[in-house]
């Protein structure tokens, strides 16, 4: 499970702003600590992400055309606003044990977060005295030699990314480490940071299947998709864990709301028998029921409700009701009629 802190939010229109606790990083902090330990109590491991100022999703990794490479988005921060405000959750999310943390696909002081040693090694390891791996987010690996020198243990998606991208840890490192170009102690050290939270959250006892709506199982049951990441994953039975969470839920998005300006007490609306619904998030998506990017062949939609975030915030719907069709039950009951107006 990926707690996800920033500050995210500090730009409304960041594109991850739902992934975290919002820009308050004493807020965002005791959120952490509280997620790593519901998390970690079931004995599944928590991995606390994204190290640091992941606040962007426009150029956030690098790119390469026509031969050319046009690195990510450095995000320049000074050491004090790094520690009070960025660093600040993360400490937090340490000290409730969190097994992992992964660093960012953006730069961070012109340095690639998951090669930047000041943060992985000087910040998390010494500083935080950070007992657990850094794992790079999904294809945030550069380099071997420099980025496990500064402190990566673990590369993702690891091995099966060769039929996407090149491969930096595996053979590779092994390689490295042939040469003495990466230390013997940084790879034993790698190995115990892994293993430590598979061993202390009793993983090796009896631990539980993948759920089909886990990301590799996902992708081949719900789209069709046969991948290298869909392979050796049996069909198994999903599992409902979810019991009355649905009461907690609806406690939690009421209390959120927000209203600007209630004019007139207009709400909460009473019995109108005549609404007018507008936007393209009040019907049913027209593609599925949840946005999934896969390599060059994006799918989604522009029409329905978005109600699930995309990469690791991916689940699937029992049952999905979307605004339009819960309001209209309620206005129906009236003897009303909803109108509503998408933008096609």
Not at 21 to 47: E, H, K, R, T
Not at 173 to 181: H, N, P, Q, Y
Not at 310 to 316: H, I, N, Q
Request: charged share 20%.
């Amino acid at each position: 499970m990926f707690p996800s802190t920033g500050p995210m939010g500090r730009n409304a229109r960041g594109g991850r702003n739902w992934e975290g606790f919002g820009p308050d990083p004493y807020l965002a902090g005791i959120a952490m600590n509280a997620s790593v330990v519901g998390i970690q109590s079931v004995g599944v491991q928590a991995c606390s992400k994204h190290f640091v100022g992941n606040e962007q999703e426009k150029q956030r990794t690098s790119t390469n055309s026509n031969g050319t490479v046009t690195e990510a988005i450095s995000s320049n921060i000074d050491d004090r606003t790094l520690h009070e405000l960025y660093v600040w959750p993360f400490a937090n999310a340490i000290h409730a044990g969190t097994s992992g943390i992964m660093c960012a696909y953006n730069r961070v002081n012109e340095n690639y977060s998951c090669a930047n040693s000041e943060l992985l090694q000087t910040i998390l390891k010494d500083e935080l005295a950070f007992p657990g791996y850094i794992v790079s987010d999904w294809y945030a690996t550069h380099s071997t030699e420099s980025t496990a020198n500064s402190g990566l243990d673990m590369e993702m998606p690891g091995n099966v990314s060769s039929v996407a991208g090149p491969v930096y840890f595996g053979e590779t490192l092994l390689e490295a480490v042939t040469r003495g170009d990466v230390p013997e102690s940084r790879l034993d050290d790698m190995a115990q940071r892994v293993m430590t939270p598979y061993f202390l959250l009793g993983q090796d006892k009896n631990y539980t299947s993948i759920d089909p709506s886990s990301g590799a199982v996902f992708l081949i049951y719900q789209y069709g998709h046969g991948s290298a990441l869909s392979s050796g994953y049996p069909e198994v039975e999903a599992r409902n864990v979810r019991a009355d969470h649905a009461k907690i839920i609806r406690e939690v998005g009421a209390a959120g709301t927000v209203l600007l300006k209630n004019v007139n007490d207009t709400l909460p609306l009473q019995n109108e028998k005549n609404i007018g619904l507008f936007g393209n998030v009040v019907p049913d998506p027209t593609i599925g029921s949840v946005y999934l990017d896969i390599g060059n062949n994006p799918e989604g939609f522009e029409m329905g409700t978005v109600d699930i975030g995309g990469g690791s915030g991916t689940v699937r719907h029992t049952r999905l009701v979307t605004p339009l069709e819960a309001i209209e039950e309620h206005v129906h009951s009236l003897g009303g009629r909803v109108q509503p107006l998408f933008d096609n």
